[in-house]
């Protein structure tokens, strides 16, 4: 169990349920993840900020689901062994990457994937999203921190992440970093009123309170 500083702003109205404690930030150290419960549909936009804490010196995915060998697959954003941002779409004997070269740092930056609009807009940078790089459907679950690698996490991204949004023409989910009434570590979604956190138990580190 974390032990934390559960001081409260005077006179500031929470957005959270009685208990909970919003946070700046949750910071995964390469084993901790988020499982959102979404799939990702043809549909899906997601916005999300972040910081590296670790430039990678592998592929890390910020956000993903893969289910290798099966038709429709999908694997979104990542970055490669170079620190470089990338969009990566795979589907059966297919591999299609966007290379934005973007060369990341430890600042902090919003992604933003408009599908619909065919965009990915990486702070005001734009790059035209084509078909073959959008969401695609499918069976698994979008992982945050790392790609959902037919149900297994891998490839963890060491990150904290401030926000993340996911709306398929009406918002689905709107995470927000926070400590649980338990004290763990985790994300509140305010649509479905669900607390998440990594499901193999390692612990995210809580950022400030807000």
Known sequence: MIMLNRRRVMGKKSILPQGFIQLE???????????TG???????????????????????????SQQYKVTPDNAYVFMNANASMQIF?????????????IKLDSNIHTIKVRTQRGLYIFDSQEFPLFDTFRYNQSIGNIFLFALNDGGEPKYFAKMKIYKFIITDNILVRNFIPCISPKNIVGMYDLVGGKF???????????????
Do not use: H, W
């Not at 910071?27 to 499982?35: F, L, P």
């Not at 795979?90 to 299609?96: E, H, I, L, P």
């Not at 998440?196 to 807000?210: K, Q």
């Open 25 to 35: 930030y949750i910071e995964g150290t390469g084993s901790q993840y988020i499982n």
């Open 89 to 101: 779409r795979y589907r059966v004997n297919s591999v299609s990457i966007l290379n934005t070269n």
């Open 196 to 210: 998440y956190s990594s499901p193999n138990g390692a612990a995210f580190i809580a950022g400030p309170e807000i």
């Open 38 to 64: 979404v799939k990702p549909t043809f549909m899906m936009d997601c916005e999300f900020t972040f910081s590296l804490t670790t430039l990678p010196t592998r592929d890390s995915f910020i956000n993903g």
